[in-house]
């Protein structure tokens, strides 16, 4: 008889980031002097904007009244909250009803709780290279992985073929690491085939404000069909700048329906069982985010990584280089000289021209021979790396 | 083949609150001029403390500008609210380490997550009566539970015996519902046999502020042995009035070993793989909370439901009546009337005394024929309460 969940020490260990960190940490202390510009990580540079401190400060003073005071909370999310992002979908002509809208702690956390309504027989279909969770919250639970690889071929945005099977397919677009987005004709093809194989898509839209791109769509529910298959992940991370905030919601609609489960019901059954929802001061900070007032200063947030995106974008397409990304997505996808890993590219952008990276590596199969470079840099950061990639490449 | 997780559909309806809410709204709509005294929820009645306020107002600060914007935050808490909560335990003289320490957004959630580290097949025991999501989250892993009943013979503090067999323990002392604590000999026991079978207790301490009896201890690693047997699940829910605010923590100690598994390196991969940690300005709130300021003000707070206990057990005493709690936690349980269930109680108590308690059908085995008093409620209610009470009682 065996208690605990041995799928846990089947996983590699964390070793990416340390090894990352360290090498980092390493040469910064050998070559003080050398000012390292870090294109490697995925977060913002903040601050919060002026609509999101004033509700924050009105939310704190609320919570120091007792008139004004709020204890425990809806699990799923408070009123106020989905209906900021209800309308926020309905910007873009999709129609949601707020109680498909559940609060969460962020992208992360509902993407690392959402395999709780499936089984472990059920069937994984990641697309990758791919932010890590997928491939390892699938393995904690058991559950068998397939892989589709994004390729130089496809464009690193994979599409399904007649032959595919699987019963949870995880999809991220505007993508991380790859800093590509599937067009809306790209997209319905994913839904169909969910439809007609009754698979369920975790769709990850964390960087939906990215899109820049008339075709792209920003929601997977802007394509026809998505609600009878497909469950949305989303975060105000990256929208607005909340990722030291920890706010974000997940989309599951009352049509998907799987094996006589209403996903939708199950899903209230998981969050009201597993939590007592999300900060008061967080949600009134997330509906002044989405606030048509709060979205004016997010975009000119987002306007300022764009920009970034096509200096990068430039540089590299100046210097004859392919790549993906950077245009609808925070994230450039490099390919590293011939033969080298990504891990060597790292290290030779690191020595030779003092900027940090991300190894392809970190980002599961088909990551290898790649970096990814970030937007969420500073713009003067950005206009150095630029130079300093000129020379370089 | 079946993707979805079917144990979802073997849970009862969550009809026990809509009913209890349904039959007090309906209550106050055909009854408007009498005012309704509410004993029943678990609920703070507020406001933050001050220091907490001024923590908030700093932090939120810190936010509005980039030079101390706050992005991502480690997974598992920052450094200074660990040190915060470290030192708390310190005070009680429970040695933890920094990193045994796991931040969390309550209690509920961890509660919620802590089980994905066993497996289906591990065999859980429940303590019952008792917070519905230990049986709930253990179903929904479509694990075998063993229900081990308090009762009135065992003054509600159900103990192994020497026959009992199981692989997972959740207890919760102070208890919710019935008010009672363990003493240091009771909880040995607990843990003795814990260390003996190589079972793992899930102790549940978010009621540990209001301990007031010396021999009941506030943390289960007060004891001998409980370092290789025990998971700690805390909240600052009760201790700081941050019902509303999600902020908790749980220790998992470096010499929990399990078939081989060290669990705290297990917690670690969970977190790093499901969570992007905690909200900055929320773990900030709780640093200010635990402080030793913040105590003197959450000491006064808890001063007053305790008073709130003794007001409502001193009306039940005299009318002598036995019940449970009152002491060492905000709740007191008290046996129905012959041959009444708690529902019937709980109608009676609406109807003749306009006081809102819940039954202790909500508690799962054994709440049956017992009601639930919440100290949380004001002051004049409480009063208002006990004199409506000696005359019903």
């Known amino acids: 008889m065996t208690m605990v969940n041995a799928a846990y020490g089947q996983l590699p260990p964390a070793f990416f980031f340390t090894r990352l960190n360290d090498t980092v940490a390493a040469y910064e202390l050998a070559?003080?002097?050398?000012?390292?510009?870090?294109?490697g990580v995925g977060?913002?540079?903040?601050?919060l904007s002026l609509t999101v401190i004033e509700a924050l400060r009105r939310a704190v003073s609320e919570q120091s009244r007792r008139e004004t005071f709020h204890g425990y909370l809806p699990e799923t999310g408070m009123a106020f909250f989905k209906a900021a992002v209800a309308a926020y979908y309905g910007g873009r002509n999709v129609s949601l009803s707020p109680?498909?809208?559940?609060?969460?702690?962020?992208?992360a956390d509902d993407l690392g709780a959402l395999g709780n309504l499936f089984s472990p027989a059920a069937r994984v279909l990641v697309t990758e290279p791919a932010y890590p969770a997928y491939v390892d919250t699938s393995r904690m639970a058991g559950r068998k992985i397939l892989h589709l690889l994004g390729?130089?071929?496809?464009?690193?945005?994979?599409?399904?073929?007649?032959?595919?099977?699987?019963?949870?397919v995880y999809l991220c677009s505007p993508n991380n690491?790859?800093?590509?987005?599937?067009?809306?004709?790209?997209?319905?093809?994913?839904?169909?085939?969910?439809n007609d194989r009754q698979a369920v898509i975790l769709f990850d839209a964390a960087y939906e404000a990215f899109v820049q791109d008339g075709d792209v769509p920003r929601s997977i529910y802007e394509l026809p069909g998505a609600k009878t298959c497909a469950i949305e992940i989303c975060s105000l991370s990256k929208t607005a700048g909340f990722t030291g905030m920890r706010l974000g919601y997940?989309?599951?609609?009352?049509?998907?329906?799987?094996?006589?489960f209403s996903l939708h019901d199950m899903w209230i059954k998981d969050r009201t069982t597993r939590t007592n929802g999300v900060s008061y001061i967080l949600q009134r900070a997330g509906a002044a985010a989405l606030s048509p007032e709060g979205m004016v200063q997010n975009r000119l947030a987002i306007r300022r990584y764009q920009e970034n995106g096509r200096i990068l974008s430039d540089v590299i397409a100046r210097a004859g280089r392919w790549f993906t990304g950077g245009r609808n997505a925070p994230y450039l996808w490099l390919p590293c000289p011939e033969g080298k890993s990504g891990w060597d590219f790292f290290q030779e952008l690191l020595e030779r021209a003092q900027i940090v990276v991300t190894p392809g590596e970190g980002f599961g199969q088909g990551g290898e021979g790649y970096v990814r470079l970030s937007c969420f840099g500073s713009r003067e950061d950005t206009e150095e790396a630029a130079?300093?990639?000129t020379k370089l490449l």
Chains 1, 2 share one sequence.
């Open 151 to 168: 390729t130089r071929e496809n464009g690193f945005l994979p599409l399904p073929g007649d032959d595919l099977d699987a019963d949870l």
């Open 99 to 107: 109680d498909e809208i559940f609060v969460s702690s962020g992208a």
């Open 31 to 39: 070559h003080p002097d050398k000012g390292l510009l870090r294109l």
């Open 387 to 389: 130079l300093r990639l």
């Open 250 to 260: 997940t989309v599951v609609p009352k049509e998907l329906v799987r094996e006589g």
């Open 177 to 194: 690491p790859t800093g590509t987005a599937y067009t809306r004709p790209q997209l319905q093809r994913w839904v169909d085939w969910a």
């Open 43 to 47: 977060d913002v540079t903040g601050p």
